[in-house]
Every structure is written in C-alpha cells, then in structure tokens.
C-alpha cells in the first residue's frame, strides 16, 4: 500500500483545515484507516482512525469535537476535517493503514499499522 497525504500548511488558531490521504491499493475498502502526528521533539501519537466502512471512529482526547475523520472508499481516500486547531496541533501529520484491525481500540494503536504515508506539515499560528 503506499499513501500520499496533502493538505497541510499554515493555518491561524480557530480556522479549519482539512487534510487528504489517498491510497494506491485496490482493496481499500478493507483497510482501517488512521492520522497521527508528530510534533518538533516529541513522539508520535495517534490522533484519529476509521474503520472500513467508516461506520466506526476513534478520536485522541485532545481532538475529540474539533477533528473528524471521514472516508470515501470510492476514491481510496481518507479525510481529517481540522476545526479550530489551536498552537499545540502543529505538527507533521501522517496516514497508515492496515488490515483486518478486528478492534476499536487496535484502531488508536500505533504499532499496528505497516503501511504509513510520508507525513504533511501543519502549522497553526496563534
């Protein structure tokens, strides 16, 4: 699977944003679908996933009622919608997927995905 994520830029605290992450595979629809971030010196960390359907998604605390994640699998794309981001949410930004995450919490766990996206930067100024 390789993933191209867009998107990002600079954006003022309270604006929106909404990133992409497109994904050359044919099967997508049966992939789970995750956005982390990594932050100048700090680890990165899971922000949001989708399930398959998208019937299903998991949010960080930190994002949860600012961030939505959404997919078409028509296109084999993900979506972060970012609503009033704030300072603390610059960072570079990274799609994964992988297969058959048969949990909701498996879905907010980094580790599990092998397949990951070469990151898009979002700034937000204050």
């Known amino acids: 699977v390789q993933l191209q994520a867009s998107g990002g830029g600079l954006v003022q605290a309270g604006g929106s944003l909404r990133l992409s992450c497109v994904a050359s595979v044919s099967t997508f629809s049966t992939y789970t679908m995750g956005w982390f971030r990594q932050a100048p010196e700090k680890e990165r960390e899971f922000v949001a996933a989708?399930?398959?359907?998208?019937?299903?998604?998991l949010y960080a605390d930190s994002v949860k009622g600012r961030f939505t994640m959404s997919r078409d699998n028509d296109k084999n794309t993900v979506y972060l919608q970012m609503n009033s981001p704030k300072p603390e949410d610059t960072a570079v930004y990274y799609c994964?997927?992988?297969?058959?995450?048969?949990?909701?919490?498996?879905?907010?766990?980094?580790?599990?995905?092998?397949?990951w996206g070469q990151g898009t930067q979002v700034t937000v100024s204050s």
């Open positions: 994964a997927a992988e297969r058959f995450l048969s949990t909701t919490q498996a879905m907010g766990i980094m580790r599990r995905y092998h397949a």
């Open positions: 989708i399930n398959w359907s998208g019937s299903t998604t």
